[in-house]
């Protein structure tokens, strides 16, 4: 039924400009809350006459950024384990088993330590790259020891000969402040051989490739006193060397006293005695060979 009291008369321009404005005032807020959530959809109604504030429209969320991944470093390269190997011989040639070896790291100080077998072999293995000592010892034998520097996955292989050690004499004489010998002018003879003749080398093919380092020492067969020279009178010690040959017979005699040289007159003396100095051979492995000597004379006056 119609609705006797309502006013049908047509809307005028004032009104419907009214009515329009208050339906947009109802939208805009709509549309803003709807952008908070949702990406903001187009109005359906646009209003010519009614302009877009800024602060009525809300941006979409931005995405939360996404961390980079983080580089891992790469790992070392690990470097090839290293290794050294020989053979030890005496000089004929003879292969040396037992010899004691010690290998140092002479940047960190580690060592290590091995003997040869009954072939003169030694081996050291997964050693890391560095310069090494080595050092072989043997009764009998001088110490020989060598540095060799060892790079990553290489292999060193040496053959050493290591000599024959050095004898040690000592004689003391005693001698009278008056300048005379204690001891009789003539000089004494220990153990001569009866005709006093040098012994003869053996004839013999040199020793290779056996067991070798079979050493029989020398044995003194005769020696001279020192005579004592006049007018010194001071305690002294006169050092000398020499090689004792395979005849017996000492060469290539020396001083060693170095800086602190005795007075010559002792000197000469020293080297005029052990001149006559006498010998068995040295031999290895059944082979005369040369030795070396060191002396001591001790001029002790009374």
């Not at 292999?155 to 000592?170: S, Y």
């Amino acid at each position: 039924m119609l609705n006797d009291q309502r006013d049908r008369n047509p809307l005028t321009r004032r009104s419907m400009a009214v009515v329009i404005a208050s339906m947009l005032a109802v939208a805009v807020p709509v549309v803003a809350l709807s952008a908070g959530t949702e990406p903001a959809a187009e109005s359906p109604i646009v209003a010519a006459d009614v302009p877009l504030r800024t602060a009525d429209v809300v941006p979409p969320a931005a995405a939360p950024a996404t961390p980079a991944p983080r580089a891992e470093a790469a790992p070392l390269p690990q470097e090839k384990p290293a290794s050294i190997r020989g053979t030890l011989y005496d000089p004929l040639g003879g292969l040396l088993p037992g010899v004691a070896l010690t290998l140092t790291d002479q940047v960190v100080g580690v060592s290590y330590a091995a003997i040869t077998d009954r072939t003169g072999s030694f081996s050291f293995a997964e050693l890391q790259p560095a310069t090494y000592e080595l050092s072989a010892q043997l009764p009998g034998f001088a110490n020989v020891s060598t540095v060799m520097p060892i790079g990553p996955g290489a292999t060193i292989e040496r053959r050493i000969v290591m000599p024959i050690g050095t004898l040690q004499e000592t004689i003391t004489v005693g001698c009278q402040l008056s300048g005379q010998p204690s001891s009789p002018r003539a000089r004494a003879v220990l153990n001569p051989s009866p005709a006093r003749t040098a012994p003869q080398p053996t004839t013999a093919v040199p020793f290779s490739g056996g067991i070798g380092g079979q050493i029989r020492a020398p044995r003194q067969i005769a020696r001279a006193n020192p005579i004592c020279p006049n007018h010194v009178g001071v305690d002294t010690l006169v050092q000398l060397t020499a090689r004792v040959g395979i005849d017996g017979y000492l060469s290539d005699i020396r001083l060693l006293n170095g800086e602190q040289k005795p007075a010559q007159e002792i000197v000469d003396s020293a080297i005029e005695a052990v001149r006559l100095w006498q010998y068995t051979p040295t031999l290895l492995n059944d082979v005369p060979v040369e030795a070396q000597i060191m002396m001591t004379v001790s001029y002790d006056w009374q």
